[in-house]
């Protein structure tokens, strides 16, 4: 018999909310540091900045591209008109296809991903130096504007 899995995300909640603030965190299959490789880690930060500049489905806050992880703080635009998890699903479909034609890197996702909904001003500025000083704690850079892989969009918290 299959064992049930976890519920990760709140039952009840509306998350095609467009003024709602999330933090994610999106793990590659079995921890593996598929995005050591800068070649690899650029087609995830062209994705993100395509999604958010062109097809303007999302703002995006901060970003960090750790070896086995994604940190993304991010609302839905208007007119996006799907949910958190939709949106989730099509940004690892579309990620993890193109890196296994470019790369031959399959799988590349953890099945699901972890989301917190933020509620506060303060907590999200908390939350995106949380993001960007994720090289400086796993001692990878001494200071985070020394990371390629990362972004703090400060003009959004205006």
Not at 104 to 109: K, Q, S, V
Request: net charge positive; charged share 25%; proline share 3%.
């Amino acid at each position: 018999m299959l064992s049930k899995r976890k519920q990760i995300h709140l039952i009840n909640y509306d998350y095609s909310r467009n003024d709602a603030v999330y933090f994610i965190t999106l793990c590659t299959h079995g921890k593996q540091e598929y995005f050591k490789k800068p070649q690899v880690a650029k087609y995830i930060a062209d994705e993100i900045n395509y999604r958010t500049r062109t097809a303007g489905e999302i703002l995006v806050f901060a970003y960090c591209i750790m070896p086995d992880h994604l940190h993304l703080l991010l609302k839905l635009n208007d007119g996006y008109g799907k949910t958190l998890q939709k949106w989730v699903a099509a940004f690892k479909i579309h990620t993890a296809r193109l890196l296994n034609q470019l790369e031959n890197i399959t799988p590349l996702w953890q099945r699901n991903f972890y989301e917190h909904i933020v509620r506060t001003d303060e907590s999200m500025k908390e939350i995106a130096e949380y993001i960007v000083h994720s090289p400086i704690r796993k001692n990878m850079v001494s200071n985070w504007r020394e990371y390629s892989f990362l972004q703090i969009n400060y003009d959004a918290f205006k």
